[in-house]
């Protein structure tokens, strides 16, 4: 079946514009996550989802930063007021549910101007 | 001191070599054990899946977990030149822990044909 997708692939934008990131777990999926990579770092867990609640957004690095899964599906990661260091890859991944294996996505490439 | 240490490379070795790829850790409460990899602009792959101390093997892929040294460690044997991406380490407490990844920077493997 489809593995997880993210949209856009890449986004450019200017510091201080806000961006939405989407990702689309795979089907049947309960658990989805968001990690950020920068260059030359392993990627750095910002928030879990278990359906529709957050369950763990202990990794999000401050209040820019905001996430939502309404639906227990597809998840938007927004952030708000963006700055220079936001400038990373944003990874998705989901699990079947709590504990199991995560597979990734793609990633979005997020550059700030 | 980060959570994870992984030796970031590069590490370059010839077609057919036996590579061996290690992450030393502080946080006794991890108990699963994972190595990812990844290749250039791509998302990261499940390579193996260990939990707690011992040894998996999954064709040319063996995992070892050596918990009282806090130390893990990836075998590659009879190396390919497809097998040159970046192998990342990732860790998970059990139970009612956290339930983002704990990963390392990852190690860039160059397998020269």
């Known amino acids: 079946g489809a593995g997880v997708s993210q949209t856009p692939s890449n986004k450019v934008t200017e510091k201080g514009k806000y961006v939405e990131l989407r990702c689309d777990p795979i089907?049947?999926?309960?658990?989805l996550y968001w990690y950020r990579q920068s260059l030359g770092q392993g990627p750095e867990f910002l928030i879990y989802f278990q359906g529709t609640g957050a369950a763990d957004d202990s990794g999000l690095p401050n209040d820019r930063f905001f996430a939502v899964r309404p639906e227990g599906s597809v998840s938007t990661l927004k952030i708000q007021r963006t700055e220079r260091g936001d400038s990373a890859v944003y990874l998705c991944a989901s699990s079947f549910s709590r504990g199991e294996t995560q597979y990734f996505g793609p990633g979005t490439r997020l550059l700030v101007l | 001191q980060k959570e994870v240490e992984q030796d970031p490379g590069p590490l370059s070795v010839p077609e057919g070599a036996i590579v061996s790829l290690n992450c030393t850790y502080s946080?006794?409460?991890?108990?699963?054990f994972m190595w990812y990899r990844q290749y250039s602009r791509k998302g990261p792959e499940l390579l193996m899946y260990?939990?707690?101390?011992g040894n998996k093997e999954d064709g040319r892929f063996t995992a070892q977990v050596d918990k009282s040294s806090k130390y893990i460690s990836l075998f590659i044997r009879d190396s390919q030149p497809s097998d040159s991406a970046t192998y990342l380490c990732a860790m998970r407490e059990s139970g009612g822990g956290a339930d983002g990844l704990t990963f390392g920077k990852g190690t860039h493997l160059i397998i020269q044909p």
């Open positions: 260990t939990y707690s101390s």
């Open positions: 946080n006794s409460a991890f108990q699963y």
């Open positions: 089907s049947g999926h309960t658990a």
